[in-house]
């Protein structure tokens, strides 16, 4: 839903993996190739050396990478990049656990100077931590959504009115942000919006290059812009944070 109300030029990796999962086989080779160093990096953390694409470590990473993307559920609104990551390490440390040839740097990441509790399970600790902050974003995140949409309704508005007239060309898109920032700087027109629950349009209309008309088509969109910024909404502001520096 945030995609089309908020959608850029380009998409994003997440929308790319969606892509993937509905079969654009194009969009996966693409990704599997742009990522490569992605991958090695992480790779190479677990390993505790640099590997490149001639290692087996390698590969393991390359279908990891691949089933994160299969796996991935934009639905949750997560990274797909930091789930990619859990899941890349864990695999890997899968194939060092199995695999003779790291049988001593298992031994020395499990075994710490006779200690239980090694560099292993500590690096298996903070995959879970880390795979618990993200499902708690995700949870914030909703929670946010939905406090975001009970304010909607108080201006009479919802999610299917702002994608119904959300601004379908970048210009116009771009000048109703552009008219939202303008009231949420302005402490006059930020007041008036929020006392009459409509866009305060003679003063706006000297305050920003954009005609009345505009203006008046996007209403809608502009107010839901300005009740992210103006309010305690930290995921949705990141979400639109791009947009406003561009």
Request: charged share 35%.
């Amino acid at each position: 839903m945030l995609n089309l109300l908020f959608k850029e030029k380009n998409k994003s990796l997440e929308e790319i993996a969606v892509s993937i999962q509905n079969g654009d086989e194009a969009a996966l080779q693409e990704l599997l190739s742009k990522y490569k160093p992605f991958i090695k990096k992480t790779v190479s953390s677990v390993c505790k050396h640099y590997i490149d694409e001639s290692y087996d470590e390698f590969s393991i990473g390359l279908i990891a990478f691949h089933e994160a993307i299969m796996k991935f559920d934009h639905n949750k609104g997560s990274s797909l990049l930091a789930f990619a990551e859990v899941i890349i390490k864990r695999k890997v440390i899968d194939y060092i656990r199995s695999n003779s040839k790291y049988k001593e740097l298992s031994m020395q990441l499990v075994t710490n100077d006779g200690e239980n509790n090694g560099k292993l399970q500590s690096l298996e600790d903070n995959l879970s931590i880390e795979s618990f902050h993200i499902k708690k974003d995700d949870e914030k995140r909703r929670e946010e959504i939905i406090r975001f949409q009970e304010l909607l309704k108080t201006y009479k508005l919802s999610f299917s009115d702002l994608v119904k007239q959300s601004p379908k060309h970048e210009d116009a898109r771009i000048n109703a942000f552009m008219a939202a920032k303008a009231i949420v700087e302005d402490r006059v027109l930020l007041a008036q919006l929020m006392e009459n629950k409509k866009l305060p349009m003679k003063l706006l209309e000297k305050r920003v290059s954009v005609s009345r008309k505009t203006l008046e088509r996007n209403r809608k969109y502009i107010i839901a812009v300005v009740l992210i910024l103006a309010g305690d909404f930290l995921y949705l502001k990141e979400y639109i944070k791009g947009r406003l520096e561009g």
